[in-house]
């Protein structure tokens, strides 16, 4: 068995109050017009850099220090959190996702050899989203995906893109449906009927999270079961194309449309006898599909038609819900995070974050588990996002909101760690509106101050960091940093995350005078900081975690 007990830090004391605030989309850059972080005002979060090198530095926050395959991978909230809450790397699910394609043992698994039982008489339906973004799905795996299932004797494949827009440059989803429209002309030619079904943007279609919005879910589901949308076309690339025409349209947002045949007969609604594969291996936006398509007792929206098929997930999405209970790739197990073992040692925890950040501050940073450790020892609040804008529109979103609720945890001193995500720099910088991602950026920097002085007042200890980068910079770049042009001359606005580090600030009346950030780490990334805070509450880290970033010297 796991041995709970930490060990007490030799030199920290216990029962500080510790605030730990995650900016989300929030990354260090060269100050520069597309820095939003530079154009806001933000006062606080300036006023911790100049506590640097002692109270202020980066950690790494994309790429292998985050568990994802490459360098060249861009940190995403999944793994940042995941990171941060567990205290070590972990390979991510894009990873475990190659790594199976590569050695083919995604083929010989069980949730491969479930649906397979669909081959001979039902369709194979893909559901997912359609870029080469690498945060939620990769295109090249799923051309590995149909070129495998082609060769183990899928007869007929129906693929359900969700345009992308938003881990990838906006209009980039015509050269995806493209390309995946020569891959699949490729197994026709092989003799397997394979076509595009149907498609929407992955905001608008499917891809909600954390129960904000069950229509973006149920459009979803009229198109791909159903074979019912607004919009009808016989060929996907013209979809896309006359779609993204409509005024204020863009990838993210595309309305659903479903493929019909010349009778106007929809060429792919998911019937009887069928499999489906969901192809993204990220949870966050694949649980509320999965439950659709999973669960017998439904009632978040009206299904109409609730078919009899084989279903896998990419991965599993919701360890603790066994959903779904097929799937082709086994997550990381990401256990013994630090806030399961800070309830072991008696530490009261609080946390908080609107709707759409929720689940990352309690599900990511819990190893990707739902629910409470144990009840008695934690306080999980969600403050109810609005629905149905964009929110380039309320770019303070709820940030002050959450800032109250943390404030009044910590002045409470029921908890003694209260922990944030504020959305603002990453929600509004998905959006690419450069002013509304400034306004975004001061209303985080209030949010900051605010939770930075409750602590003043209850002589506790602060820890601010993010998660990776985003409104940072908003602009795509060539190699030598140089802004990109679109071909009307105007910059490509960048909407995605970023490689960039990421600050961590501690401080507060009751740190410790000796306590800085030690100079031995500099390659330090978001894993360091799980140790870094159990150690702020008093405790030894657990051996195995990554090395803490503080170190306590003699004054
Ligand atoms: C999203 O899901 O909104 C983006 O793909 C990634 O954003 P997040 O990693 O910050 O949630
Ligand atoms: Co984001």
Known sequence: GVSWKLPDHPKLPKNKTVAVVVLDGWGEDNPNE?????????????????????????????????????????GNSEVGHNALGAGRIFAQGAKLVDLALASG?????????????????????????????GVHSRLDQLQLL????????????????LTDGRDVLDGSSVGFVETLENDLAKLQEKGVDARIASGGGRMYVTMDRYENDWNVVKRGWDAQVLGEAPHKFTSAVEAVKKLRAEP????????????????????????DGDAVVTFNFRADRMVMIAKALEYENFDKFDRVRYPK????????????????????????EIDRTSGEYLVHNGIRTFACSETVKFGHVTFFWNGNRS???????????????????????????????????????????????????????????????????IVACKAADEAVKMILDA?????????????????????????????????????????????QPVP?????????PGVRFRKDVPNGGLANVAATVINLHGLEAPTDYEPTLIEVVDN
């Not at 039982?117 to 369709?123: K, M």
């Not at 194979?124 to 870029?131: E, N, P, V």
């Not at 603002?424 to 991602?437: F, K, L, Q």
Request: with cysteine; proline share 6%.
């Open 34 to 74: 597309y820095n939003c972080i530079h154009k806001a005002e933000t006062p606080t979060m300036d006023s911790l850099k100049q506590g640097a090198p002692d109270k202020w530095r980066l950690v790494k926050a994309h790429g292998t220090a985050v568990g994802l395959p490459t360098d060249d991978d861009m």
């Open 105 to 133: 043992k995604i083929f010989e698994g069980e949730g491969f050899k479930y649906i397979k039982e669909s081959f001979e008489t039902g369709t194979l339906h893909l559901i997912g989203l359609l870029s080469d973004g």
């Open 146 to 161: 149909l070129k495998g299932a082609g060769e183990r004797g899928a007869k007929r494949i129906r693929v359900h893109i």
């Open 248 to 271: 204020n349209a863009n990838d993210q947002y595309l309305p659903p449309f479903v493929i019909v045949d010349e009778n106007g007969k929809p060429v792919g609604p998911i019937v």
């Open 309 to 332: 098929i084989r279903y896998a997930g990419m991965l599993e999405y919701d360890g603790e819900l066994k959903l779904p209970s097929h799937y082709l790739v086994s997550p990381p």
């Open 371 to 437: 629910g409470y450790f144990n009840p008695q020892m934690e306080e999980y609040i969600e403050i109810p996002s609005d629905v149905g804008i964009t929110f380039n529109v309320q770019p303070k979103m709820k940030a002050i909101q959450i800032a109250e609720k943390a404030r009044d945890a910590i002045l409470s001193r029921k908890f003694d760690q209260v922990r944030v995500n504020l959305p603002n720099s990453d929600m509004v910088g998905h959006t690419g509106d450069i002013e509304a991602t």
């Open 455 to 499: 602590i003043e007042q209850v002589g506790g200890i602060y820890v601010v960091t993010a998660d990776h980068g985003n409104a940072e910079d908003m602009v795509k770049r060539d190699k030598s940093g140089k802004p990109l042009l679109d071909k009307n001359g105007n910059v490509q606005i960048l909407t995605s995350h970023t490689l």
């Open 504 to 512: 961590i600030a501690i401080g507060g009346p009751g740190l410790s």
